[in-house]
Nanobody, 116 residues
Framework: QVQLVESGGGLVQPGGSLRLSCAAS????????MGWYRQAPGKERELVAT???????NYADSVKGRFTISRDNGVNTVYLQMNSLNAEDTAVYYC??????????WGTGTLVTVSS
């Protein structure tokens, strides 16, 4: 089992920045991909970004150039640096982990609201 705890959400003005953190615990050695997903009101959950244990990253087109995913294996934490935020980025952001057996784990989410 893998436990994921997100933090860092909140209210930010358009054009602002936030950094989300996801602390992982449990069977971390089994995890090979971690990522961030988001779900806006009335919409389906969508991929934001992923990062492998080797550091390879993947981003949704809507966040390329604005968001950066990174990981610190020493503290089992994945980060999502979000810049140039706009109203369309308002959503609950979920941390995700996938292990070598393709089992998925989710955090409980952290709300990001972009509004003036």
């Amino acid at each position: 089992q893998v436990q994921l705890v997100e933090s860092g959400g909140g209210l930010v003005q358009p054009g602002g920045s936030l950094r989300l953190s996801c602390a992982a615990s449990g069977s971390i050695f089994m995890v090979n991909v971690m990522g961030w997903y988001r779900q806006a009101p009335g919409k389906e959950r969508e991929l934001v970004a992923t990062i492998t244990t080797g550091g390879s990253t993947n981003y949704a087109d809507s966040v390329k150039g604005r968001f950066t995913i990174s990981r610190d294996n020493g503290v089992n934490t994945v980060y999502l640096q979000m810049n140039s935020l706009n109203a369309e980025d308002t959503a609950v952001y979920y941390c995700n982990a996938r292990d070598r057996h393709f089992r998925l784990y989710w955090g409980t989410g952290t709300l990001v609201t972009v509004s003036s």
